[in-house]
């Protein structure tokens, strides 16, 4: 931090030492009288009384720029720093030091024109007419700069996009709103004119003393997404906001408690926009209505910040019968779950097999609608690692005699088999039960194969059409098939499959049930 | 000859009461309303089906065939999917394997078979002696699930 630090001290030191000063000309008590400050210089003056009020003129004769305030402190003086127009018309007032105190104004936009510097001071015992104080002025370039003020959506500066824009989290309050105890904020305006979808990223730095928060506010003033950094010292990112241009979003950057800022050290908004390419999730999809197409084999995303919970929409064809499978990526340090919904949100299917940094299978849902919702979230509630995107992978592949057909853990959706034939199928994910419906013609023996599948230990249940219970059975152990017969007068029948612990499930391999004469 | 007329007669009664059966006419091109059967007489089955729609364009109409142990013994009126469909039969006593089959009728006249994977399985349904076997059919997802419930009056 000091060598990031060193230079701009150095460099300040020295234009200050170089820079031109100038000697306030009493009585410059109002904006008719108001002594020259150079906008790259020094001013020097005498608080004569208490009340007294020292006006400076800024000339700016540049398009842009900003422009930076200092006063050192003097003995008895509690200094109130305050910024105006050509009008006099009051920009941003600084008063954030007690008696003795240096005030700082930063990042103070200016344009071609004049502006005036007002120096008062608070302490009604203050006494000390002799001691100079000194005033500095800096101006630079307004380029990838926050122009001060930007407290309001109406005054937001417009984002530099695909750059870096640097300002302070200074002063402490806004002395200037309604709510004297309001926090300073920093408000800025995307605008994307050119038609399509876009995502956005941003990247803010971490700046010490500060917590800070960002949020994205619609032109509406909704607001649309809020991510809030780790802590102070921490900065934060915004990964994959989806942009649907023409557009334009608000941005606001305030810290997460009182009293938090930094004078010294600025913080560096990093932003880019890109075409949307269907790879990625695009930020808010936290709910059904603002799910990503999921049009592609796969696609990434991000669980930030805490709490997020991201929503793909899945299309399937109806036209014929389509099972889909999804993989589901391990994140350092959480623990994804994936549900599956209906077309109106209805959870269909969880997915929590895994524990922590394990990747979840949704090992096949056959589709019987037109839309459907994929639903990422963290069990936590913790958010990862910016860096730390997770990838949802998905199948689609038509249904064929044989395989099993989820869901079918009700008697309600049993899987319809009929003796003679065998089905392919995954006790998948964990708690799951799978039923196979099948009808007996003819009075005889019945046999059931079901091959063995590693973590699981078989339990099956055979109900009749009445919902009786008429047979259970379960295999010696883990892993073990499980073989029984039995004599069954005609009509339907029920089996019920399960593991005899319902945290066992597989995922990767599949059982085979067979149902034969004998 | 006097012996003769009486049987030829009766071979003319015979010939009157009991007609040749014709081969059943496909169900496409025979009106529907031609093919409701008339009420069974003290009927002990009853068949009621309707379907959950999502949008009144897609409450159309259909109707149901009824099949115990292979064969056809009726359908239901042809109605809206979302009103309940009834059939009312006499069925022997036991347990017999039913299938219903859904035809959608665009026009409330013809009738088109649904494809196999939207037509509800066969399965079994007991008529008990002296009572009457109730069976609500109920689609939902479009017509790919299918819901039975049965009570006994």
Not at chain 1, 303 to 327: C, K
Request: glycine share 8%; proline share 7%; with cysteine.
């Amino acid at each position: 931090m000091l060598r990031r630090l060193l230079p701009v001290v150095l460099s300040a030191a020295v234009l200050s030492a170089c820079s031109p000063v100038v000697q306030e000309s009493e009585p410059n008590d109002d904006m008719a009288h108001a002594s020259r400050l150079p906008a790259n210089g020094r001013a020097q003056g005498t608080i004569s009384r208490p009340d007294d009020v020292d006006w400076y003129k800024v000339a700016i004769e540049r398009d842009s720029g900003v422009l930076s305030l200092h006063v050192g402190g003097i003995r008895d003086i509690d200094f109130v720093l305050s910024f105006r127009d050509k009008t006099g018309a009051e920009l941003k007032r600084i008063d954030e030091t007690g008696v003795g105190g240096d005030e700082v104004a930063t990042d103070l936009g200016v344009s071609r024109g004049d502006y005036y510097v007002v120096l008062s001071n608070k302490n009604p015992a203050a006494h000390n007419p002799a001691q100079k104080y000194v005033l500095s002025a800096k101006l630079e370039s307004a380029t990838g700069r926050e122009q001060e003020p930007n407290d309001t959506p109406l005054t937001a500066n417009a984002l530099e996009l695909n750059g870096v824009t640097r300002g302070h989290y200074y002063p402490y309050t806004n002395l200037l709103s309604e709510d004297p105890d309001k926090a300073e904020q920093d408000w800025f305006r995307v605008k994307v004119d050119r038609a399509g979808v876009y995502a956005l990223n941003l990247d803010l730095s971490g700046v010490p003393n500060v917590d800070p928060v960002l949020e994205v506010y619609d032109v509406n003033g909704y607001k649309l997404k809020e991510v809030v950094g780790g802590g102070a010292g921490q900065g934060l990112t915004l990964k994959d906001f989806g942009v649907r241009a023409p557009a334009q979003y608000l941005l606001r950057l305030r810290t997460r408690g009182p009293r938090m800022g930094n004078p010294d050290v600025f913080y560096e908004l990093l932003s880019e926009l890109r075409p949307y390419d269907g790879r990625t999730e695009l930020e808010p999809n936290d709910q059904r209505d603002d799910a990503t197409a999921f049009d592609k084999e796969s696609i990434s995303g991000h669980i930030a910040p805490a709490g997020d919970a991201d929503w793909y929409r899945v299309n399937a064809v109806t036209s014929t019968r389509t099972i889909l499978r999804a993989d589901l990526s391990a994140v350092p340090g959480l623990d994804l779950i994936l549900t599956v919904t209906d077309d109106v949100g209805q959870p269909l299917l969880v997915v929590d097999n895994g524990i922590k940094e394990t990747p979840e299978v949704l090992t096949g849902l056959g589709l019987s609608n037109a839309t459907y919702y994929l639903v990422v979230t963290e069990k936590s509630g913790k958010a990862a690692d910016p860096r730390s995107a997770y990838t949802l992978t998905k199948t689609l592949t038509p249904w064929q005699p044989g395989l099993e057909w989820e869901p079918n853990d009700s008697s309600a959706t049993a899987q319809a088999l009929k003796v003679g034939e065998s089905v392919d199928g995954y006790l998948a994910p964990k708690g799951d039960v799978d039923f196979y419906m099948f009808n007996v013609y003819q009075k005889g023996d019945i046999v059931f194969d079901l091959t063995g599948v590693i973590n699981v230990r078989w339990s099956a249940e055979l109900y009749d059409q009445d919902n009786k219970p008429l047979l259970a059975q379960s295999a010696a152990k883990v892993g073990e098939p499980l073989s029984f017969d039995r004599e069954l007068e005609p009509g339907t029948y029920w089996l019920k499959l399960k593991g005899a612990d319902s945290n066992q499930n597989n995922v990767r391999d599949k059982y085979t049930l067979r149902l034969k004469a004998r | 000859m006097r012996r003769l007329v009486p049987l030829a007669l009766a071979a003319l009664w015979a010939g009157c009461a009991a007609p040749k059966p014709k081969p059943a006419p496909a169900a496409s091109t025979v009106p529907a309303a031609a093919q409701t059967p008339p009420a069974a007489a003290s009927p002990n089955f009853e068949l009621s089906s309707y379907e959950v729609v999502g949008t009144p364009e897609e409450d159309t109409l259909e109707y149901v065939q009824v099949f115990v142990d292979g064969a056809l013994q009726g359908r239901t009126e042809t109605a809206a999917r979302s009103r309940p469909k009834l059939w009312l039969g006499r069925v022997s006593e036991g347990n017999h394997p039913m299938r219903f089959e859904v035809w959608d009728s665009s026009d409330g006249v013809s009738g088109m078979r649904r494809p196999d994977d939207l037509q509800p399985g066969e399965r079994f349904f007991r008529v008990e002696p002296g009572k009457k076997t109730i069976v609500t059919l109920k689609f939902t997802d479009g017509g790919r699930q299918s819901l039975f419930y049965v009570t006994r009056d």
